[in-house]
């Protein structure tokens, strides 16, 4: 397989990029000794730049970046940080990305805390620069993420899901972040109507393609994903790959596969057994093509856009999810977010 050159989309805004670096930094300071600790931490491991990235291709591709637009993007980072650390005490997850949490390095109560306060570190750098427009999509999108957050943990534990269920939380708890993130970079350079919407939309749909991309990644190793072989089952997370899988068996296969999926994250033989299963019934290739479709539409919707440096950027994005090969790791070492944070 062709690896997807992401170099080509990264360089489009890289200047802008190194910019926003030091921009993000000063809006994590704080006058408190512990959190100041805390965020430089953060700082230092966060690495991902595919939020930034995408507000700021969307403001090109939309007329032009602008000091309105670094305060976008850093509202959204400070907003996916923060969503992050609270994630990681709902789970009670001590790592994330082969690296201790937050939670897990400074206690629960601290790691929400901290979450909080880059919660209104996003609200402020808005207000700072004049961006009241922007609260309103970043409200929408933590309802968004809250919502679909809650409605996975009461799935999980009845273990009753559906295909409609499972591409509603997504859209809430992934989709909506890059949506809005696509829409504030859109914003920020002045976009309406039409344009604006098609931006949106462009946002959805690829952030829908990146959960199932990690849906399928979460079936192969550590070595390749950073996290382990089946950890979504060890938290009772079923994803459309599973979910596929039991609809191809009879219910008393179901029920067994669900029992083990029930104690899966006392029993790694457990997990085994359902990642089997999964790829048995073919869970992995029937995701690759529903994440292909929406990555298809996704480039669809920019459409109406003239060609520009933008605008291939953004199809590269797409195309770069797409080919995400979790198999191919000459191509593909590291996952997509990882392989931005450390592009030159």
């Known amino acids: 397989m062709k690896s997807v050159d992401m170099l080509k989309t990264v360089r489009v805004v890289q200047r802008e990029l190194e910019k926003f670096e030091p921009f993000f930094r000063q ?28 507000v700021f291709l969307s403001a090109k591709l939309s007329g032009g970046i602008c000091q309105k637009t670094y305060a976008g993007a850093a509202m959204m980072e400070l ?68 919502e679909g957050e809650l409605q996975q943990l009461e799935r999980a534990r009845k273990l ?19 949506q809005s993130c696509a829409l504030i970079g859109a914003h920020s350079a002045g976009a309406t109507g039409e344009r604006l919407d098609a931006v949106g939309r462009y946002g959805e749909l690829l952030g829908v393609a990146f959960q199932l991309r990690d849906d399928v990644l979460d079936f192969y190793s550590s070595r390749i994903t950073g996290k382990a072989c089946g950890n979504d089952i060890r938290e009772k997370k079923i994803t459309l790959p599973l979910i596929f899988a039991l609809n191809r068996v009879d219910k008393a296969e179901r029920k067994k596969i669900l029992s083990l999926v029930s104690t899966a994250s006392f029993n790694s033989r457990n997990v ?16 690759e093509r529903v994440m292909l479709g929406y990555c298809n539409s996704a480039k669809r919707a920019l459409d109406i856009f003239p060609e520009s440096d933008a605008k291939a950027a953004l199809l590269n994005l797409a195309d770069a999810i797409a080919e995400q090969d979790a198999k191919c790791t000459k191509c593909y070492p590291q996952p997509l977010e ?7």
């Open 79 to 146: 907003l996916h940080t923060a969503t992050l650390m609270h994630d990681d005490v709902v789970d009670d997850a001590d790592e994330r990305r082969n690296s201790l949490s937050i939670k897990a390095l400074w206690s629960s109560p601290k790691a929400v805390l901290a979450g909080d306060f880059l919660l209104s570190r996003g609200v402020l750098v808005a207000l700072e620069h004049q961006s009241v427009e922007f609260l309103n999509i970043a409200a929408n999108t933590i309802r968004c993420m809250s």
């Open 27 to 54: 809006q994590l300071q704080s006058s408190v000794p512990l959190l100041s600790t805390i965020t430089n931490h953060i700082y230092r491991s966060k690495g991902k730049q595919l939020r930034p990235l995408l």
């Open 338 to 344: 990882v392989r931005l944070c450390h592009e030159p």
């Open 160 to 178: 009753e899901w559906s295909e409609e269920m499972y591409f509603d939380i997504i859209q809430k708890k992934t989709a909506s972040l890059l």
């Open 272 to 287: 085994k057994q359902v990642v089997s299963f999964v790829r048995a019934q073919g869970g992995l290739e029937h995701t």
